[in-house]
C-alpha cells in the first residue's frame, strides 16, 4: 500500500473552520427564513420577553458551527490518512451543497427584518459561527 502525505494540522483547521462557519451561516439564513429571529435579544419592550425564536436560532446556529467544525476536521483527517471510502466523501460534499443551496435559495426571499437590523445579526451569527467551529475543529484535531 503506498504511503500516505500527512496533511497539515493547520489546513485541516482552516478548512473544517471555515466549513462550520459556512454551515452557521446556512442555519442562521435557514432559520430567519422560518421565523427564528436572532435579534430578539436588543428589542427594547420592557413589557415582554425575549421570545423563546431567539435562544433557539443561538442555540442552532452554535451547535450546527461546532459540530460543522468538528465533524469536518474529523472527516479531513480521516481522508488524508486514507480511512474514508471514496462513496462516503462523494455522499458528503453532496449533503453540503445541498445544504448550501437551500440557504441561498432562503437568502434570496425579501427580509423582514430591517436592513441594518440584519447586518448585525447576521455578524453576530458569523462571529458565533466562527468562535465554536474553531472550538469543534480544534478539539477534533486534539482527539486525533
Known amino acids: 500500500m503506498p504511503e500516505t502525505t500527512p496533511f497539515p494540522s493547520r489546513l ?32 427594547s419592550d420592557a413589557t415582554t420577553f425575549m421570545p423563546a425564536g431567539s435562544a433557539l436560532a443561538w442555540w442552532l446556529i452554535a451547535t450546527v458551527g461546532f459540530s460543522g467544525g468538528y465533524f469536518t ?12 471510502p471514496r462513496r462516503m466523501q462523494h455522499f458528503l460534499i453532496a449533503v453540503g ?19 441594518f437590523a440584519g447586518f448585525l445579526t447576521g455578524l453576530a451569527a458569523l462571529g458565533l459561527g466562527a468562535l465554536m467551529a474553531f472550538c469543534g475543529a480544534h478539539f477534533a484535531l486534539r482527539k486525533a
Do not use: E
Open 73 to 84: 476536521a474529523s472527516l479531513m483527517h480521516s481522508a488524508a490518512s486514507g480511512q474514508l
Open 97 to 115: 451543497v445541498l445544504v448550501l443551496v437551500g440557504a441561498g435559495q432562503a437568502a434570496s426571499g425579501p427580509s423582514s427584518v430591517p436592513t
Open 12 to 43: 485541516i483547521l482552516a478548512a473544517a473552520a471555515i466549513s462550520g462557519v459556512l454551515l452557521a451561516l446556512a442555519m442562521h439564513m435557514l432559520g430567519a427564513r422560518f421565523g427564528l429571529d436572532l435579534g430578539g435579544l436588543w428589542r
